[in-house]
């Protein structure tokens, strides 16, 4: 009985990155994302210490609104660090 013919399989080869996946952050990064970090617990601790007085009087309880979300600036750009 003949044999049939094997066809020649290609090698699977994914597609190519994106080069911005590659590239590396700025100097600036890693010391930005610390600072914002500090300065956001920083911020929550002074409105606490000083029993809601500081940082901005007048907006009350909305300092740990503010702390939170420099924190969280913070912690988004930690995530995109490489």
Do not use: C, H
């Not at 600036?28 to 901005?56: D, E, H, N, R």
């Not at 009087?57 to 750009?77: D, E, R, T």
């Amino acid at each position: 009985m003949p044999e049939s013919r094997r066809r020649e399989k290609s090698t699977y080869t994914p597609p190519p990155r994106a080069s911005r996946d590659l590239e590396p952050n700025p100097a600036w990064w890693a010391p930005t994302f610390s600072t914002l970090l500090v300065l956001g617990l920083l911020w929550i601790v002074v409105y606490y210490v000083s029993q809601t007085a500081y940082p901005i009087p007048s907006v009350g309880s909305w300092n740990l609104v503010i702390g939170f979300a420099i924190m969280l600036s913070g912690f988004i750009m930690a995530m995109r660090w490489r």
